[in-house]
């Protein structure tokens, strides 16, 4: 009787843990270290994770490729290994950075930063380092992408950080961060391959941070610019045109000790903010590196956002 009874509490206490387990960082079945998410969901349903790669106890953040990851849940996540890598680029082989995706047309597209050269952080007038915007496509939402154009969308300024938006009228925004100046935008031509016309400075309102990692999204007929405050706190504006003018809204995740990049995208009714964590790992490298991780975003009834807290059950119900 001990024995059945101890064997029935086994299984219960089992099944309760199931619904207890932490899913912060997410579980993508390997002790991979990504950063930088870019969620998107298509026609097929699925969330797809477009993710940069941090590699093992890296030098700076010399990077190499950048990783697709889906899930029909937010739970359980499919890997599908490297989707691009630097070595397949002809003008970069380094700064594999934060990539951002889309769907046009009948292809998909993955926006991608990527350089050369090194940045010296004790003489910065000996840096050599440069970053451009690259395009490749596939015709599968999980790669293998290859590099469309064979060059950078432009060479000046230099820029990383891409954010694609595709507004419901199917015109195509580029939002980046540039060298010298932040807040910029590109239209970008029908098939995507090319800027159309000038980069435009947006009106910000006047109040413009250092910025890194925009992201742009559209919620009942309000578009949101929303970014890494001076790259740590993530913080947003509103507006009623992909263009702005923007109104400034404020912080929305404090800060960690580190850099955080993030989307939102909304997954069967659920608003779902992404972003990345420094954690120490269980790997060979002892110190913070970074993690993909999730929460649920919220908003209030006049559409802003509800302040997001960090948790280590994420979005485990």
Not at 255 to 272: C, D, M, P, R
């Amino acid at each position: 009787m001990n024995t059945y009874v101890s064997a029935i509490t086994l299984i219960i206490f089992s099944i309760a843990s199931s619904y207890c387990v932490a899913q912060n960082p997410l579980d993508f079945g390997s002790d991979i270290k990504t950063a930088d998410p870019s969620g998107h969901v298509w026609a097929d349903g699925r969330m797809y994770l477009y993710t940069s790669h941090d590699q093992e106890c890296q030098e700076d953040f010399y990077m190499k490729d950048w990783h697709t990851f889906s899930s029909s849940d937010l739970i359980n996540w499919t890997a599908h290994g490297p989707s691009l890598s630097v070595a397949d680029i002809s003008w970069a082989d380094n700064y594999a950075w934060a990539p951002d995706a889309a769907y046009k047309n009948g292809k998909y597209y993955l926006f991608f930063p990527a350089g050369t050269g090194v940045k010296d952080r004790v003489n910065p007038e000996k840096s050599t380092k440069w970053m451009g915007i690259g395009v490749a496509v596939s015709d599968s939402p999980t790669g293998p992408f290859k590099d469309a154009i064979g060059a950078p969308l432009w060479t000046d300024p230099y820029a990383n950080d891409p954010s694609i938006f595709i507004d419901s009228d199917g015109k195509g925004y580029l939002y980046f961060h540039g060298k010298g100046a932040d807040y910029l935008v590109a239209e970008m031509a029908d098939d995507l391959l090319s800027v159309k016309g000038e980069f435009h400075k947006m009106d910000m309102g006047g109040y413009e941070p250092k910025m890194e990692g925009p992201w742009v999204f559209k919620r009942e007929g309000m578009y949101y610019f929303t970014m890494p405050e001076n790259n740590r706190s993530l913080a947003y504006y509103m507006a009623k045109s992909p263009l702005g003018p923007w109104e400034y809204k404020g912080i929305f995740m404090q800060e960690e000790g580190g850099n955080n990049h993030h989307s939102i995208v909304q997954f069967k009714g659920e608003w779902i903010l992404f972003y990345h964590r420094w954690l120490i790992g269980e790997g060979e490298c002892k110190k913070k590196q970074r993690h993909t991780a999730a929460e649920y975003l919220h908003f209030n009834a006049d559409g802003t956002i509800k302040e997001v807290k960090r948790t280590r059950e994420g979005l485990t119900k």
